[in-house]
């Protein structure tokens, strides 16, 4: 069964874990094609990064995200191993206004023949422009994995929450666009009913209840079944978090 789509043209079914597990190789010749882009958020754990990177058939690092890649793979290696590291996860693009691209990181991938290109646009974010290289890239993309945070700078975080909204709702209704953070995953539900597949619904149930900013809003709350249903008459961001480890 596909986890995504609307199955009797009432409901979307979305399995939120489905892209943090096993998969051995990378995904080339899926059916619902799958993108990610890496924002320059930290990055702690090769473990999720590389079942992401297998999910997709495109990757791209917004402009200093190649840093935190970079980082992260040569961490992982002895110094000297460096082309060996970035070559196990090369990323298919590095895109921004490249202002936090460092110069090495820059050198040594263009060295493994990964291609760097500019866009000095000062109206859209790198994150913005990564989306529109990933539309084009690759057309018939349904789920954009994005691993990122809102940790950090406030501006940077409530400007990625707009922008997920912005891209989901406004500019790419028929894509699916996924936060991986740190501790959880996040996406936009539309207006209408989504069944959510998670290993474990909800133990704070509410039915008839308004939620707004400055009014109520449903955090902290429990997983306590396996399927969860949310139907809303307005957009709303859906988090679940994730399990402290991976399992192979
Ligand atoms: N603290 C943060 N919280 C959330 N997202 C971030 C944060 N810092 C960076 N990002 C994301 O990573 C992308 C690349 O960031 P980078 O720092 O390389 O460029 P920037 O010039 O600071 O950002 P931008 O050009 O997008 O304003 C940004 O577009 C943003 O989406
Ligand atoms: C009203 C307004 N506020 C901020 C910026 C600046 N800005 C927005 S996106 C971006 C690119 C960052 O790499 C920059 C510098 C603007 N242009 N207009």
């Known amino acids: 069964m596909d986890h995504h789509l609307a199955t009797n043209g009432t409901s979307v079914e979305l399995r939120p874990t489905q ?4 998969k051995a190789h990378r995904n080339c010749d899926a059916k619902r094609k799958a993108a990610l882009i890496v924002l320059n958020c930290p990055i702690k754990e090769p473990l999720y990064l590389e079942r992401l990177y297998n999910h997709a058939s495109f990757c791209i690092c917004a402009d200093g995200g190649a840093n935190r890649l970079h980082d992260l793979l040569t961490s992982q290696y002895e110094p000297s191993d460096w082309t060996k590291a970035l070559r196990s996860l090369p990323p298919d693009l590095i895109h921004g206004d490249l202002d936090s691209l460092h110069d090495t990181v820059r050198q040594r991938y263009e060295q493994i023949g990964v291609e760097v290109s500019q ?12 989306i529109k290289k990933v539309i084009e890239r690759l057309p018939d ?18 400007g990625l929450l707009h922008e997920l909204y912005r891209e989901q709702v406004h500019r790419h209704p028929d894509v699916r666009f996924w936060l991986f953070s ?13 069944v959510i597949y998670t290993p474990l619904g909800l133990e704070w149930d509410v039915v008839d209840w ?27 961001l859906f988090t679940v978090e994730r399990a402290r480890a991976l399992d192979d």
């Open 19 to 22: 892209y943090v597990e096993r």
């Open 141 to 158: 993309v349904r789920d954009i994995l994005v691993l990122g945070s809102i940790g950090g700078r406030v501006d940077q975080g409530i």
């Open 210 to 236: 308004e939620s707004e900013m400055g009014g109520q809003v449903s955090t902290s709350n429990h997983i306590v079944a396996e399927r969860i249903t949310v139907t809303t008459t307005k957009e709303v």
């Open 119 to 130: 866009d000095g646009d000062q109206y859209s974010t790198d994150f913005g422009k990564c």
């Open 182 to 194: 740190e501790a959880s995953v996040s996406t936009v539900l539309s207006c209408g009913t989504t």
